[in-house]
Structure formats: structure tokens, C-alpha cells
């Protein structure tokens, strides 16, 4: 008996990874009948995520209405491993496939920031979040002020900074923020490795595909810089030049600046926890 196993990753705005591993099966099937096929859908922490996870049978899945990257309302997933992993797509919230509107400069990571806040309220301390997907270059402030950091541009008045505005914050307060991620550990999926800023980093390379406009480029990546500056100086942390910092429109840093954060490989990550390699070792 020939054993067959279809493993794809989706198809950005076509197929999903589930889609295109039934399809191939399909077509196996009919060319080798006799075959056994299994499907194994794979993910490297990109849209698509939650649903891969969700097939190991291993998660309890929550529903909840957040901020897309629009402000718009959308319905996102995320997973919950008792007793206290939570797994985060951020593209449930801030995907670019969640609207056909395509202005990054002007995106927020604010959703993210909303299942993550909830997570925690279910007793969740290890966050896995997958990067990819994103219609956002905000450096993830949004996700900041969701869970309670304040960004002020003028006295007491505050912002949801979004890759544009960010140009106009004069202070940031990441107290809140910081209590909210107070003994979490925060796993970002992605296998990405660009920087955050410079002719390689967030906002050129990836900013193009989610609108930034060519004439924008140069000012929103200055905005990231001297924003990622501002955390460094709250934080003592190096912020501007890490491997994957240029990540999801640069949502690492943020992360990194207040709460424990690791940088792994989306796809290797996943296929050790599937099991797919074992899947693997069995077939023959």
C-alpha cells in the first residue's frame, strides 16, 4: 500500500492550506487509487494558522469581535491549550484579507492587542503569535495601546498611533502594558527576517503590498525608527536592529520592548508540535 501525505501552506487570497492539501489528494487518488492519502495542512505563522493548529485536535477555540486594521469590526479565532497557552493569528485581527482597502500608513495592530488582553483574562502567560499576513506597518503601537499603553501628542491627549501618526507622538507611557504582560512569555511565529527599518526592512519591502504609497515610504520608515528609538530609551532595550524586527510591520518590537519575547521559525515550529515529523517517520 503506497502512502501519500499532502502537505501545502496556503495560497495567500486563494486557497486556504486545508484547501490546497484536499485538492492534491484529490487528484492523488484519482491517478492512484489503491493509495492511502493523509492531509497535513502546515502553517508558518501567516494566515491560514489557526485553522492548521485547529486540525491536532489539541486546542479549544475562542470567538471574539475586535478592531481590524481599519477600525472596522472583524471576528477573529484564536486557540487555547490548557492550561495556559493561548495561539494568536494576528491576521485574524489585523489581516490583510479581513478588507479590500489597502492603506498601511494608516492600519493599526489594535485587534492584536484585544485577543491577546482576553487571553490573558482566560489565564493564558504563554502567548504563540503568528506574524504573518499583516495589513499593518505600525511597529505594533496598536497593539501597545490596546493593552493600555498611552501614546501623547499634545498634553494629555492621546493616539492609536498607526504607522503615519506615529510621527506626532511626543511621549509614551508603557506602564499599563507592561503590568498586562506581567509574567507572560510571548513566542513570535514568523519566517521573516528582515529588519525594521532601511531599504530592507518593513516598510519597503513589505509596505508596497499593503498601500503604503511610494512617496510615503521614506517618511513612515523614519517614523518606525524614531519610534523604535523612543521605546529603546523606556526600556534600555536594543530595538532597531534585530533579525525579524521588520516582521509584520515590525509588531516585534513593540513586543520585545515589554514582555519576555522569542523569535522562532513558523514552519519549523509547527511541524515539531503537529507531528508531522512522525507522520513522516511512519510513512513508508
Do not use: W
Amino acid at each position: 500500500m503506497i502512502k501519500i501525505i499532502t502537505a501545502f501552506d496556503s495560497f495567500k487570497g486563494s486557497l486556504s492550506a486545508l484547501q490546497a492539501c484536499e485538492a492534491a489528494a484529490k487528484a492523488v487518488r484519482e491517478i492512484i487509487p489503491e493509495s492511502t492519502v493523509l492531509s497535513f495542512p502546515v502553517t508558518d505563522g501567516g494566515d491560514g494558522m489557526i485553522e492548521s493548529y485547529k486540525l491536532t485536535g489539541k486546542y479549544d477555540s475562542v470567538m471574539l469581535n475586535v478592531k481590524g486594521p481599519y477600525n472596522q469590526t472583524v471576528k477573529a479565532e484564536y486557540l487555547i491549550q490548557k492550561p495556559d497557552t493561548a495561539i494568536i493569528e494576528m491576521a485574524q485581527a489585523a489581516g490583510i484579507l479581513t478588507t479590500e482597502e489597502r492603506h498601511g500608513a494608516d492600519a493599526t495592530t489594535f485587534g492584536v492587542g484585544e485577543l491577546v488582553k482576553d487571553a490573558i483574562k482566560r489565564g493564558c502567560r504563554k502567548l504563540i503569535i503568528g506574524l504573518g499576513g499583516s495589513a499593518t506597518n505600525d511597529a505594533g503601537a496598536g497593539f501597545l495601546a490596546a493593552l493600555g499603553a498611552k501614546f501623547y501628542i499634545n498634553g494629555d491627549k492621546t493616539i492609536i498611533p498607526t504607522g503615519r501618526s506615529l510621527s506626532l507622538v511626543k511621549k509614551i507611557d508603557l506602564t499599563e502594558a507592561v503590568s498586562a504582560l506581567k509574567g507572560c512569555k510571548v513566542f513570535l511565529r514568523c519566517d521573516v527576517k528582515n529588519k525594521l527599518y532601511g531599504k530592507d526592512g518593513a516598510t519597503y519591502v513589505f509596505g508596497p503590498q499593503k498601500g503604503v504609497k511610494d512617496h510615503e515610504l521614506k517618511a513612515v520608515d523614519n517614523n518606525l525608527l524614531r519610534y523604535a528609538k523612543m521605546l529603546e530609551n523606556l526600556t534600555s532595550k536594543s530595538l532597531t536592529d534585530f533579525e525579524g524586527s521588520g516582521a509584520a510591520g515590525g509588531f516585534a518590537v513593540s513586543c520585545s520592548a515589554i514582555a519576555d519575547t522569542t523569535i522562532n521559525s513558523g514552519i519549523e515550529e509547527y511541524l515539531k508540535e503537529s507531528g508531522f515529523y512522525k507522520v513522516i517517520r511512519d510513512s513508508n
